[in-house]
């Protein structure tokens, strides 16, 4: 069967679980406890439903494939079927649904043959999960439309604390079907959280909100939070608010021609819809944020943009991209700034597609969205390119990075191959790296192929295949490439050169180094092959795996140099006379070969060589004498060692010729026996001719051999034997060449020239000629030899990498300062400065004139002053600072994270309590209560920095420990030394100067533009004008600013005076504040408030800079 049929039994067996919810009621005459457990079991089948959508099961037709990859697995559908199974076994024994479950059976009287009445419950839940309910309504068309069903039995609960265990049940099942596709959990619980904050019925959210309280916490959040919206509370409902049950039945009967949700709307409801139309067309064009993630299964948060009134049908990340225009960097070394996309999965059905990769977070700074054109903030890249900064997708990033290290732990188990794998040639390997350079066997034309190119580098990894599917491979390979024993953790270390160029004890070696980049290559091919799909194992270890063997294979090229021997290390005879004795032994041995007595003549060819150990004649005639007598392997390394001492002796070429012969090396023959004709010219003899011919006609014999072979597997093996020949490492020497290394010079000389380095002439002299020194034998750190190769990840390792190697690049300061030890160290020169764009001071500072920020790095920056005083020298510098919170974890035993406050405080545009709701439509209706509120006005303050402080702070415990041992040198202490950073503005040269202390690393981010509404900029409501007047602070009072003076709205800071945003942004460090930041060209001043607020980012405070 194909594969579109076998996920079609997926579809069936989803479908029918959904169904046979319908053979459960509360019963009527039970009361409210009864109805509650009820909606629990309904929402479990709305969570099911949901979760199928999302996968696209409801998008499969017969004879269509799947929309989801990852259910074209054999294995994937296997476990789904058995869980769908799960729960229609929960409802098929009456034994269970009577003894365990605690229901009774009731027989429906009034309803054709295969319907179910509706229940009470779908009908307080069918106003707020109307997309679920139009789903199930047409399944039931669609059902009516077959052959009739049998009347079924109808059980209503009457035990609850039984009842309760199947809810228990079916929602770990559904938790288990989540599990499996983390993605798809993620984008079902968004579709629910939007049907919830698209309803307007509050006592239904009130029931909801109350079932799902011990169960669903984030679904009962958002319907309280949306209850709070709609001007409810939430609260416990009582039995007299639900429906009563003559309405129930009343509505029943009308289900009989009219199915769930079909009747009209009630006056009010019409009434609040034609109100969110009117502010809808209001608010076009409108700059709208929002902030996906994280969730109780992943960490991941991701940021988006959008605007009102965009096509509905048009996903907002499409605008987004459009709109923003993301710059690109300006030099092709930079791009190893940027991680590269290994996976590329088209969008589905309006709905972002992540691939694993974007579920794996690297580095903030590695993404192309993260830096945007103004230093030290996050904002949509919009402005030109030469004004330099950080995006709101990098501001997402922040706060999955934040989550990562600071927010609740999560189940991270992945499967690990640790079986023994082969003992790879060098051969094989350095061959397979040629093949896979140039691009030779594209995967997918020959699978049978595929698979056996595969297994000669892994073996069987210890699993046995029954089937050749590609998603094996992939997840064996990840499952590989995530051991920890033999291969590299490339996101542990700054440098990859120490892994296959450095000391033993610092990596894994050049061939197990080799053998990692064949397998990352493998393993990337076959995820470019592959149909979409998730794999379990996709981590940051693997994804820097991949990187660093595309770079490998993109930057280095592999040379077999022939090796060669020291002639002057090596014995020669002292005098004439030893000289003369050494000719005297090799004519004893001649005459001994000429009577067949080899290993006579193989003793005394062994004596003459321990007198002139450089003459290449005895050894060659040793390779003959042992040749004779079978023993070939001895032969062969004597004629190669001849070909090193003398590489024009023409027999020496020609014993190395015939001794490739008699190893079957057809290959290796013939260019043995092409050098000894090139080196003897015309006195070329007929026995090396001979031997040209001969290996030839191995060559043929070989190749007709190969196609000859019938089974696919060993007829791959005699071809990769045979290719094998051109890639032995006997007597030669695998040289690396870089293929980039003149681009590589390229970039650090500009990035000097931009960031205006002090010592730029004296990194050009050197750099210009440091590739030619290395490969003339001298020795540099590893960190240039990274550059040079274009080898390091992207994001902090590319940043640290390029200033390191400016850093080794100058001498006089590599000598003084070394290279950091910390990745997010700054470096203090005399007269200037330079720190990382994530450091506090890159991001205060990012903003001053003059200022560029370029690869992670933000600079020429002014010099600081250190407490107590230092000699003014170069040095690298800690900043010590705390994080701001970006998300925010609840501590009780709920699975929720809520980034910023919960519910929208400040939009007073909702109903308020006790507020009437006539009144409320009118005043909201009438177009003289909508204003455009008034940006802050120009300030002419100046603001200049005055000095930038760095005061030394205590050593930790365990390093003051070490230091008062004796354990620590000079240099390492400065190492382990942090500092805290104060700035010293001057306001207006007033004579006190106002100074902020740098206590924590707040976010900025940068708005991107709105669009025009109908009266250009975006309007107000008169109930919203507080919110845009009261809360306005210059710069100078900045400093009276107290905690009290915040409330649950956005502190404006209006910071248009010149050099006001540095301090501004210094204030928000010093009171551990993130911030939004509008400049010229950004968003009207009504977009930016809420892009602020809790409708936005949440951060509370807008820096109003123009």
């Known amino acids: 069967?194909?594969?579109?049929?076998?996920?079609?039994?997926?579809?069936?067996?989803?479908?029918?679980?959904?169904?046979?919810?319908?053979?459960?009621?509360?019963?009527?005459?039970?009361?409210?406890?009864?109805?509650?457990?009820?909606?629990?079991?309904?929402?479990?089948?709305?969570?099911?439903?949901?979760?199928?959508?999302?996968?696209?099961?409801?998008?499969?037709?017969?004879?269509?494939?799947?929309?989801?990859?990852?259910?074209?697995?054999?294995?994937?559908?296997?476990?789904?079927?058995?869980?769908?199974?799960?729960?229609?076994?929960?409802?098929?024994?009456?034994?269970?649904?009577?003894?365990?479950?605690?229901?009774?059976?009731?027989?429906?009287?009034?309803?054709?043959?295969?319907?179910?009445?509706?229940?009470?419950?779908?009908?307080?839940l069918g106003p707020i999960f109307k997309r679920a309910y139009e789903s199930l309504r047409r399944s039931a068309k669609d059902r009516q439309g077959t052959a009739s069903l049998p009347r079924k039995t109808i059980w209503v609960i009457q035990d609850k604390k039984k009842f309760q265990t199947l809810v228990d049940e079916i929602r770990g099942f559904n938790d288990s079907l989540e599990a499996l596709f983390p993605d798809v959990a993620s984008k079902a619980a968004t579709l629910i959280r939007n049907d919830i904050d698209m309803s307007v019925e509050v006592r239904e959210l009130q029931v909801l909100q109350q079932a799902t309280a011990d169960g669903h916490e984030e679904i009962s959040e958002t319907a309280s939070i949306r209850i709070e919206t709609l001007g409810g509370t939430a609260r416990t409902v009582t039995e007299a608010e639900l429906v009563s049950p003559q309405v129930t039945e009343a509505l029943a009967d009308q289900v009989k021609s009219a199915r769930i949700g079909d009747n009209d709307t009630n006056e009010l409801d019409r009434q609040l819809k034609d109100l969110e139309t009117f502010i809808q067309t209001r608010n076009h064009g409108a700059l709208t944020l929002s902030l996906l993630g994280p969730d109780r299964y992943l960490a991941r948060v991701s940021a988006h943009v959008y605007w009102d009134g965009q096509h509905e049908r048009e996903p907002f990340w499409a605008f987004e991209d459009r709109e923003m225009g993301y710059t690109k960097l300006s030099h092709p070394s930079f791009d190893l700034y940027r991680r590269k996309k290994f996976i590329d999965r088209p969008s589905r059905d309006g709905y972002e597609s992540p691939s694993d990769a974007d579920y794996v977070l690297l580095d903030v700074e590695a993404d192309a969205r993260y830096e945007n054109v103004h230093p030290g903030t996050h904002c949509i890249p919009y402005f030109p390119e030469n004004a330099v900064t950080v995006t709101v997708a990098g501001f997402g990033l922040e706060c999955w990075d934040y989550e990562e290290k600071f927010g609740k732990p999560r189940d991270n188990t992945i499967l690990v191959n640790c079986s023994e794998m082969p003992n790879i040639p060098a051969r094989k390997l350095l061959r397979r790296l040629n093949e896979l350079c140039r691009g030779r066997h594209k995967l997918g034309w020959n699978p049978t192929y595929d698979d056996a190119r595969l297994r000669e580098f892994t073996g069987d990894m210890g699993i046995t295949y029954y089937t050749?599917?590609?998603?094996?491979?992939?997840?064996?390979?990840?499952?590989?490439?995530?051991?920890?024993?033999?291969?590299?953790?490339?996101?542990?270390?700054?440098?990859?050169?120490?892994?296959?160029?450095?000391?033993?004890?610092?990596?894994?070696?050049?061939?197990?180094?080799?053998?990692?980049?064949?397998?990352?290559?493998?393993?990337s091919m076959r995820i470019e092959k592959s149909e979409g799909g998730s794999y379990s194992g996709f981590t940051p270890r693997v994804l820097a795996s991949l990187t660093v063997s595309s770079l490998w294979l993109s930057n280095v090229e592999i040379i077999l140099a022939d090796a060669k021997i020291r002639i002057e290390d090596i014995q020669k005879p002292l005098t004439a006379e030893e000289k003369s004795q050494a000719e005297d032994v090799k004519a004893r041995a001649n005459d001994a070969m000429r009577s067949n007595r080899y290993q006579k003549a193989v003793d005394l060819y062994t004596e003459a060589m321990k007198i002139d150990l450089s003459n290449p004649i005895y050894r060659a005639n040793r390779s003959a004498a042992l040749l004779t007598m079978g023993k070939v392997e001895e032969a062969h390394h004597d004629a190669l060692v001849t070909t090193q001492l003398d590489s024009k002796y023409a027999k020496g070429w020609a014993r190395l010729g015939i001794t490739e012969l008699k190893l079957g090396k057809g290959m290796r023959a013939k260019a043995a026996y092409q050098r000894a004709i090139e080196a003897a010219g015309s006195e070329a003899t007929a026995l090396m001719k001979q031997g040209l011919a001969d290996a030839t006609a191995l060559i043929d014999r070989d190749l007709k051999a190969i196609d000859a072979e019938t089974d696919v597997a060993a007829q791959q093996i005699l071809r990769n034997n045979f290719l094998d020949q051109e890639w032995e490492i006997t007597g030669k020497n695998p040289e690396f060449h870089s293929r980039v290394h003149e681009q590589q010079v390229g970039g650090l000389l500009l990035f000097a020239e931009r960031i205006k380095w002090p010592y730029i002439n004296e990194v050009r002299d050197f750099a210009e000629d440091v590739y030619a020194n290395l490969r003339s034998g001298a020795t540099i750190p590893p960190d240039l030899y990274d550059w040079l190769f274009g080898l390091t990840l992207p994001g902090k390792w590319m940043s640290f990498k390029i200033m390191s190697a400016l850093i080794c690049s100058t001498p006089s300061l590599f000598e003084n300062v070394g290279v950091a030890r910390y990745y997010e160290c700054g470096l203090s020169l005399p007269r200037q400065s330079y720190w990382r764009v994530r450091s506090v001071l890159g991001r205060v500072l990012?903003?001053?004139?003059?200022?560029?920020?370029?690869?992670?790095?933000?600079?020429?920056?002014?010099?600081?002053?250190?407490?107590?005083?230092?000699?003014?020298?170069?040095?690298?510098?800690?900043?010590?600072?705390?994080?701001?919170?970006?998300?925010?974890?609840?501590?009780?035993?709920?699975?929720?994270?809520?980034?910023?406050?919960?519910?929208?405080?400040?939009?007073?545009?909702?109903?308020?309590?006790?507020?009437?709701?006539?009144?409320?439509?009118?005043?909201?209706?009438?177009?003289?209560?909508?204003?455009?509120?008034?940006?802050?006005?120009?300030?002419?303050?100046?603001?200049?920095?005055?000095?930038?402080?760095?005061?030394?702070?205590?050593?930790?415990?365990?390093?003051?420990?070490?230091?008062?041992?004796?354990?620590?040198?000079?240099?390492?202490?400065?190492?382990?030394?942090?500092?805290?950073?104060?700035?010293?503005?001057?306001?207006?040269?007033?004579?006190?100067?106002?100074?902020?202390?740098?206590?924590s690393n707040p976010v900025f981010v940068t708005l991107p533009p709105c669009h025009l509404g109908p009266a250009g900029r975006h309007e107000i409501h008169l109930r919203e004008l507080s919110h845009f007047q009261k809360r306005v602070w210059s710069v100078e009072r900045l400093k009276d600013h107290t905690p009290e003076d915040f409330d649950q709205g956005v502190m404006i800071i209006n910071a248009t005076g010149k050099g006001a945003e540095a301090i501004a942004r210094a204030w928000c460090s010093e009171r551990g504040k993130n911030a939004v930041i509008r400049r010229a060209g950004g968003p009207c001043f009504a977009c930016a408030v809420r892009g602020a607020g809790q409708a936005g980012l949440r951060v509370g405070v807008l820096i109003w800079v123009s």
């Not at 309803?111 to 419950?121: A, C, F, L, N």
């Not at 070696?509 to 393993?523: D, T």
């Not at 303050?941 to 390093?959: D, F, G, H, Q």
Request: charged share 25%; hydrophobic share 40%.
């Open 1 to 124: 069967m194909d594969i579109a049929g076998l996920v079609i039994g997926v579809v069936t067996a989803w479908e029918t679980s959904v169904q046979i919810f319908d053979i459960v009621h509360a019963g009527r005459k039970y009361g409210m406890d009864y109805e509650l457990l009820h909606v629990k079991l309904e929402v479990e089948r709305i969570r099911l439903l949901t979760w199928g959508e999302a996968v696209g099961l409801s998008a499969v037709d017969h004879g269509q494939p799947s929309p989801d990859a990852r259910l074209n697995r054999a294995d994937m559908r296997a476990v789904i079927i058995r869980l769908l199974g799960c729960i229609q076994h929960v409802f098929s024994q009456s034994e269970r649904l009577q003894e365990i479950y605690g229901l009774s059976p009731m027989t429906p009287p009034d309803h054709q043959e295969g319907e179910y009445p509706p229940t009470q419950t779908q009908f307080i």
């Open 468 to 523: 050749n599917e590609k998603f094996l491979k992939i997840s064996d390979l990840l499952s590989l490439l995530n051991r920890r024993d033999i291969l590299a953790d490339f996101t542990s270390t700054s440098s990859v050169a120490l892994q296959w160029a450095g000391p033993e004890t610092e990596g894994i070696g050049i061939w197990n180094f080799l053998w990692q980049i064949i397998i990352s290559k493998e393993l």
């Open 846 to 999: 990012g903003c001053v004139p003059g200022i560029i920020s370029l690869c992670g790095w933000i600079g020429p920056c002014p010099p600081v002053d250190f407490i107590p005083p230092l000699q003014k020298s170069p040095r690298h510098v800690r900043l010590k600072a705390r994080h701001v919170a970006l998300t925010q974890c609840d501590n009780s035993d709920s699975n929720i994270i809520y980034i910023g406050g919960r519910g929208d405080q400040d939009d007073l545009r909702k109903i308020q309590p006790g507020e009437d709701v006539q009144d409320f439509i009118v005043q909201m209706k009438d177009s003289d209560n909508w204003i455009i509120p008034e940006a802050p006005m120009q300030e002419v303050s100046t603001v200049i920095i005055k000095a930038i402080r760095l005061k030394k702070l205590p050593l930790e415990v365990n390093i003051a420990a070490m230091s008062a041992n004796g354990e620590l040198d000079e240099k390492r202490l400065a190492d382990e030394s942090e500092y805290r950073a104060t700035i010293v503005f001057s306001i207006d040269n007033n004579e006190d100067p106002v100074s902020y202390t740098l206590y």
